[in-house]
Structure formats: structure tokens, C-alpha cells
């Protein structure tokens, strides 16, 4: 059974660089069709794509965050990760890591259990 | 503001039937792009629903289904339970941002 765990510091100071990581278990991060999300979610709103890796390091990213995202991928570790940077308070969420298909419309059928960043001073 | 409207809420009593829109755009499903569903527990990871529309995964009951027509979808959901009390998201892909979209989410009520 494919498992997905997030790891990072709960908080964030403002203008700063949020980093997270993802642990991929039970299955190979370089497996084909395969691809990998981090999706967050504010408090009291609603999921928003953040972007995608690919095992070859390809990356796709939602353009209201492009300028600020930056993912990779390290096949040795079995991991990707995720740099937002210079965040504001509006930033503060729960980041989940995730696995979608690469066609389909990319549905996403493994999630991490989620974890809760703050930025505050 | 989402790119997917939802509806932000919906309740119905144990064993009726209750169904959650999805609107899109050309850009989305109306382009002909699927949808996909996922059901979220609060402080549990999402789990997918309905994917590509109307299949469902193994071990969700057939009580859920979805539809897809023109730059809308559905997910019907019959004989409520109160475990089906939840936040339910529909997702698609959008080629204008070239990525992944969500709805804003619903939440379901279990009266």
C-alpha cells in the first residue's frame, strides 16, 4: 500500500522560504504515469493545486504561484519537495503531498495525511 | 474564488438522495476534460470518490455516482448515512492554467 508523509517546520516567519518534503513508501516515486502533487488547503477554504513533479524532474505549476514555487525530486531518497518563498500570512495552510496519473484530467488517488503550516512572526 | 463552483452546503435526512453540482467553463470540463470526486474527512487525508466521472474505486459503495454533461458535473449520493456527513470536492483539468482545479468544496449535512 502506496504511503505519502509530509515533513517540515509548522512555522514560518513572513517573507521567508516554506520547505517541505515528501516520503513516498510501499512504491517507487520513478514509477510511469505516474506524478506528484503538493495541494494545499487555507483555513476554512478550499483545495488549491500547487504544482506537480514528474521522476524525470519535469515540473508543472499553478501560475498564480509559479514565481514564487519551486519543486524537485530526488529518486535516490524516494522523496520530492516543495519551496514557497517569500510567503505571507495567506499562506498558512495544510499541505498535503500527493500522487496523480498523468492523464485523465490527473485524478489523485493517493494523499498524505496532511500537514499544518503557519506563517507567523 | 475557485475555478469550479460548488454549491457550499447541502443536507438531507438518513436514506434520501442528494446531489452536489459542479459548474465549469470551456476551459475545463466543458473542453471535455473529466471529473473526479473525493470525499474529506476533517483531519484525514481526502480520499478519491468517483475518477474520470462516473467510475468509482474499489470498496466505495455504489450509493455514489457521478454525471457529466456539457460544462457541468454531479455526484449523487443515496441512502444517506450519517458517516457521508463530509466535505466533498470535485476536481478537473483546466488548459488555460495548465494544471489541476478544484471546487471550492461542499459540505454535507446528515440532518
Given at each position: 500500500q502506496l504511503q505519502l508523509q509530509e515533513s517540515g517546520p509548522g512555522l514560518v516567519k513572513p517573507s521567508e522560504t516554506l520547505s517541505l518534503t515528501c516520503t513516498v513508501s510501499g512504491?517507487?516515486?520513478?514509477?510511469?504515469?505516474y506524478y506528484w502533487a503538493w495541494i494545499r488547503q487555507p483555513p476554512g477554504k478550499g483545495l488549491e493545486w500547487i504544482g506537480t513533479v514528474y521522476y524525470t524532474g519535469t515540473t508543472y505549476y499553478n501560475p498564480s504561484l509559479k514565481s514564487r514555487v519551486t519543486m524537485s525530486v530526488d529518486t535516490s531518497k524516494n522523496q520530492f519537495s516543495l519551496n514557497l518563498s517569500?510567503?505571507?500570512?495567506?499562506?498558512t495552510a495544510v499541505y498535503y503531498c500527493a500522487r496523480h496519473r498523468?492523464?485523465?484530467?490527473?485524478?489523485?488517488d493517493y494523499w498524505g495525511l496532511g500537514t499544518l503550516v503557519t506563517v507567523s512572526p | 474564488q475557485s475555478v469550479l463552483t460548488q454549491p457550499p452546503s447541502v443536507s438531507g435526512a438518513p436514506g434520501q438522495r442528494v446531489t452536489i453540482s459542479c459548474t465549469g467553463s470551456t476551459s475545463n470540463i466543458g473542453a471535455g476534460y473529466d471529473v473526479h470526486w473525493y470525499q474529506h474527512l476533517p483531519g484525514t487525508a481526502p480520499k478519491l470518490?468517483?475518477?474520470?466521472?462516473?467510475n468509482r474505486p474499489?470498496?466505495?459503495?455504489?450509493r455514489f455516482s457521478g454525471s457529466k454533461s456539457g460544462t457541468s458535473a454531479s455526484l449523487a449520493i443515496t441512502g444517506?448515512?450519517?458517516?457521508?456527513?463530509a466535505d466533498y470536492y470535485c476536481q478537473s483539468y483546466d488548459s488555460g492554467l495548465s494544471g489541476a482545479v478544484f471546487g471550492g468544496g461542499t459540505k454535507l449535512t446528515v440532518l
Open positions: 512504491g517507487s516515486i520513478s514509477s510511469s504515469n517569500s510567503v505571507t500570512a495567506a499562506d498523468g492523464s485523465n484530467s490527473w485524478p489523485v | 470518490l468517483i475518477y474520470t466521472n462516473i474499489s470498496g466505495v459503495p455504489d444517506l448515512q450519517a458517516e457521508d456527513e
